[in-house]
């Protein structure tokens, strides 16, 4: 079972504790780089303040205790109507705010091995950049998503890049050949925000939509592929 990643917080945004950080001394503006890799990778950006903006969203919270001692847990966005169905379903357990709201819904069944839970809560909005990397025989993956980020700057590696902006502003995502192989594509997808930007190379695709919270829905704005700067 893999161990949670854990974050620090390094120029206002939460990044994972592992990764290469350096602070750079623009004309006297401090940029933030943070490496994704060791082939080239990086994202850079100013200093990082957290929307004040509050977006309500549903969640399903899924808890499994196996028998064999390991526990599995995970929450996963629904629309407002699943959410609606958990609360009138007449098996749940309901749990209340103090002035009688409905908090959430819960299901515990077989002896408490498992629980499923339903409930609103508000979008995470704090700047935060997410690294994985998938292993290949030949070329890895650079899993990078960056959430609620503003003015930053996503560099490719000279591996294969998946790359996503969610909820976030005036970014520059760069997978140009200048910075890419003949052998790989990269894949970057933009999803909510405004005025961004992506540099694409041979054979990328590029990809700009919305995410609905309340319906749980995404809507495809564009699709581009190959050589080009694409913009929001």
């Known amino acids: 079972m893999a161990e949670p990643v854990k974050y620090v917080s390094f120029g206002g945004a939460q990044v994972p504790e592992g990764t290469r950080r350096k602070?750079?001394?623009?004309?006297g503006?401090?940029?933030y780089c943070v490496w994704t890799d060791d082939k080239g990778g990086k994202v850079t950006y100013p200093e990082q303040h957290t929307d004040k903006t509050q977006q309500r969203c549903y969640i399903r919270s899924e808890l499994r205790r196996h028998t064999n001692g390991?526990?599995?847990?995970?929450?996963?966005?629904i629309s407002k109507g699943l959410y609606e169905e958990a609360l009138?379903?007449?098996?749940?357990?309901?749990?209340?705010y103090s002035n009688g709201e409905i908090l959430s819904a819960s299901f515990w069944t077989k002896g408490h091995l498992y629980n499923d839970s339903y409930y609103q809560s508000t979008v995470?909005?704090?700047?935060?950049?997410?690294?994985?990397?998938?292993?290949?025989?030949?070329?890895?993956?650079?899993?990078?998503?960056?959430?609620?980020?503003?003015g930053a700057t996503v560099t490719g590696s000279t591996d294969e890049d998946n790359i996503t902006l969610m909820n976030s502003s005036n970014c520059t995502v760069?997978?140009?050949?200048?910075?890419?192989?003949?052998?790989?594509?990269?894949?970057?997808?933009?999803?909510?925000?405004?005025?961004?930007?992506?540099?694409?190379?041979?054979?990328d695709q590029v990809t700009f939509g919305?995410?609905?919270?309340?319906?749980n829905t995404d809507t495809v704005k564009a699709n581009h592929k190959g050589e080009g700067t694409y913009r929001q």
């Not at 602070?23 to 004309?27: A, K």
């Open 23 to 27: 602070v750079i001394d623009r004309s």
């Open 29 to 31: 503006q401090k940029i």
């Open 70 to 77: 390991n526990i599995y847990f995970r929450e996963t966005y």
């Open 88 to 96: 009138n379903d007449s098996k749940a357990s309901l749990s209340y």
């Open 124 to 150: 995470n909005n704090t700047p935060t950049i997410d690294i994985s990397t998938d292993s290949g025989m030949i070329y890895d993956t650079q899993n990078v998503t960056l959430s609620n980020m503003r």
């Open 174 to 203: 760069d997978v140009s050949n200048a910075n890419n192989n003949i052998f790989v594509s990269d894949n970057v997808k933009v999803v909510n925000g405004q005025g961004n930007k992506v540099k694409a190379g041979d054979h």
């Open 210 to 215: 919305t995410h609905n919270y309340e319906t």
